[in-house]
């Protein structure tokens, strides 16, 4: 019998997005892993999740990390644990492109548990 843990998919759509794009590496049960490309000087919703955490690590450029109300500035190798439903959101200040590893983990991971609450291209 094989341990459900050690079974995931390798998903390679690139999706793009007003401020980007994100690139599913892998997913499996209760997680999955994701590359987000944040263009210079855009952001992502401020948003919060209702059934997942996240995990964030930058792998290139400098990003701009709100999580409940409190900034932060973060370079590479650095990383933010994103608690399920802390209002957050990633942006890109620089003039160069910011890329991080996202892991997701929780009960559901869809998109439509985005909950967000301000957007600069009018989705909220």
């Known amino acids: 019998m094989k341990d459900d843990s050690e079974q995931f998919d390798m998903i390679e ?4 997005r ?3 794009s994100f690139h599913t590496l892998m997913s499996g049960k209760g997680f999955q892993v994701k590359k987000i490309s944040v263009n210079p000087k855009s952001a992502l919703s401020l948003q919060s999740h209702k059934f997942r955490s996240e995990f964030w690590v930058i792998t290139k450029g400098q990003a701009t990390v709100i999580v409940d109300g409190e900034t932060r500035l973060l370079g590479i ?15 890109n200040d620089t003039d160069e492109t910011l890329e991080i590893i996202e892991l ?5 991971l869809g ?3 985005i909950i967000r609450l301000e957007d600069r291209y ?3």
């Open 111 to 113: 998109e439509d548990d």
């Open 18 to 20: 007003p401020w980007g």
């Open 13 to 16: 759509p690139l999706v793009e």
């Open 77 to 91: 190798q650095s990383s933010i644990e994103i608690p399920k439903e802390a209002i957050h959101r990633l942006q």
């Open 122 to 124: 009018g989705r909220v």
């Open 104 to 108: 997701q983990w929780g009960d559901y």
